[in-house]
């Protein structure tokens, strides 16, 4: 069983170049999310997706862009990386998008820019 | 500001019992969240409390105040294998989760 799946695992990427974070999920969940996680903060939101076609802001959103063409992939695009965007980045999914919803979680990309 | 308080670091005994607290103040409440997450890997779902009182499953229970906006993660019988950084987080009237930052803990023979 896939589950959700990210690639690539980790990238050294320099400042100034884009990147593509790739998110695909099996389970046909409604709602798909992208976090970044650093050391000595909690998981914070970048961008949701309720559904299929739809996506939303999250918490910190400004540098990244996603979309949402198909239920099973959640792109997330970096236009010009900047050293501040060195992170671990979570893809989630869930099967929706209020209550008890548990979230599944990809294995995570570890991003370094320089 | 919306937040989520959980001490950073714990150490208990191998077999022993050990306690995470987390406080929180949000806007709204739409129930809360322990996930465990290994050192390098991905956080996996524990639990979900989203009325006052203890759910317990197996060696792991989670207990809700939500006057207190206060919530505790049980782990007994510890295990080595129960070393890892437990996450607590908070569904807020947005339904939008809000994450602490995450209590490590370290179990020692």
């Known amino acids: 069983t896939a589950g959700i799946t990210q690639a690539p695992t980790s990238q050294i990427l320099a400042a100034g170049r884009s990147m593509t974070l790739r998110c695909t999920q099996d389970m046909r969940h409604n709602a798909m999310y992208w976090y970044r996680q650093d050391l000595g903060l909690g998981l914070r939101l970048i961008h949701y997706s309720n559904t299929a076609g739809t996506t939303g802001k999250g918490e910190v959103p400004d540098g990244y862009s996603v979309s949402r063409a198909n239920t099973d992939d959640f792109p997330l695009t970096l236009a010009s990386a900047v050293p501040s965007q060195t992170s671990v980045y979570f893809c989630?999914?869930?099967?929706?998008?209020?209550?008890?919803?548990?979230?599944?979680f990809g294995q995570g990309t570890r991003l370094t820019v320089v | 500001g919306q937040n989520i308080d959980q001490p950073t670091e714990m150490t208990a005994t191998e077999g022993a019992i050990v306690q995470i607290n987390c406080t929180y103040q949000?806007?709204?409440?739409?129930?809360l969240f322990w996930y465990q997450q290994h050192a390098g890997e991905a956080p996996t779902f524990l639990s979900y409390n989203v009325l006052d009182g203890l759910e317990e499953k197996g060696r792991f229970s989670s207990f809700l105040s939500r006057s207190k906006g206060y919530s505790y993660l049980l782990l007994k019988e510890l295990q080595m294998k129960d070393s890892a950084s437990y996450l607590c987080?908070?569904?807020?009237?947005?339904?939008?989760?809000?994450w602490g930052a995450g209590t490590k803990l370290i179990i020692k023979p």
């Open positions: 987080a908070v569904m807020d009237s947005n339904y939008q989760l809000i």
């Open positions: 989630a999914s869930s099967t929706g998008s209020d209550g008890n919803t548990e979230a599944f």
């Open positions: 949000t806007s709204g409440f739409n129930g």
